[in-house]
């Protein structure tokens, strides 16, 4: 046996190891930290576009003239002499440029704007945007959501009509990096998102989808929590002697009639509602009567939780009144809320 080292390749054979692990590790990091500055890079671009749109005004020039109400001008849009910024604060007496206070005018504009069939005005915006530069070039999509709304079962804001508000710009992909990014924002024009139904008793009644007229009143049936729920009364029918308008909250809509107490409006659960089922009231009057806020209180303390199925039957007698309901604008301290959401790919 010769017991001779042989140290010279040994070290070859150690140092070959070593050089081909480098190699291979210096191979591989890069495309482990590219995934995370993509994903990085896409959370920015979002987050900045949701900035442009809900935090300005936005603005338009032509090169000798400027302003901010870009919504107006759509027939110029697509001129090369003309550019925009498609921001969706509102500039009027109820928004005062605030923040997050979006006119319901520059939405639909946007809308318009943001339509991918006309390549050359939605590429315009991802430029104005900064989503196309030369160095860069993201696709996006923007939308008007339910503050419930998951990316997974989306909930489109609608107007009173149930046209859809605002869902413009790319599909969505269903695969590859994707960044997503929401932002609560209110909207100046409350009246024209909720439905407006007559509910009175001196005309034919018009009530929401979920809602049937009865011989003696209205049957309802909603979700948890209620997102929109107001009445406005308008007066006594002929100047009828006695008059109320009952709300209750019922298990089952085969309960009796829900009358309330003469010239109040009553809120409670069960039906009838005899004095200890009440949980508000108030005189009857003319006027308006915001009870979301109300109703999900008593849903609440009643032990309902998220999504639960909401029974109401509404009697009312001699009184002009208006229902203004909506299941996808949410009424959140005194004003109407939902969600801006960004898609950057």
Partial sequence: MDGKGRLSLDMLIGLSIFLVTFIFIAQ???????????E???AHEAYKVTVLLAETE????????????WEDYESRW??????????????GSYCHGEPDCLELDKIKALQKAADPSNPTLYN????????????RNYNF??????????????TLVTDKDGNVVLDAGAPIPSSGYISRYERNVWIDSVYDLVGAYYIGTGGSRNVPNTCTNTTDGIDCSFAYPVKFFEIEVFGKEQQASQWWLGICIVDTLSKPSCNAKPSEIQIGVDSPL???K????????????????IINKILSNEGYSNGDTVYLKIGIKNTDATLYYSDTIDYLAGKAVAKLVVYVW
């Fill in 274 to 276: 005899t004095p200890d």
């Fill in 28 to 38: 591989f990091l890069p495309t482990v930290f590219a995934d995370v500055r993509s």
């Fill in 141 to 154: 999509h923007v939308s008007l959501e339910s503050l419930d709304s998951k990316p997974y079962n989306r």
């Fill in 78 to 91: 697509g001129d090369s002499n003309f550019t925009f910024l498609p921001g969706l604060v509102g500039v």
């Fill in 124 to 135: 315009k915006v991802r430029e104005m945007l900064g989503l196309l530069t030369p160095d």
């Fill in 40 to 42: 990085i890079s896409l």
């Fill in 58 to 69: 936005g603005a338009w020039s032509n090169g000798t003239h400027n302003g901010t109400n």
């Fill in 278 to 293: 009440v949980r508000w009231n108030s005189s009857l009057s003319e006027g308006r009567y915001q009870l979301t806020d």
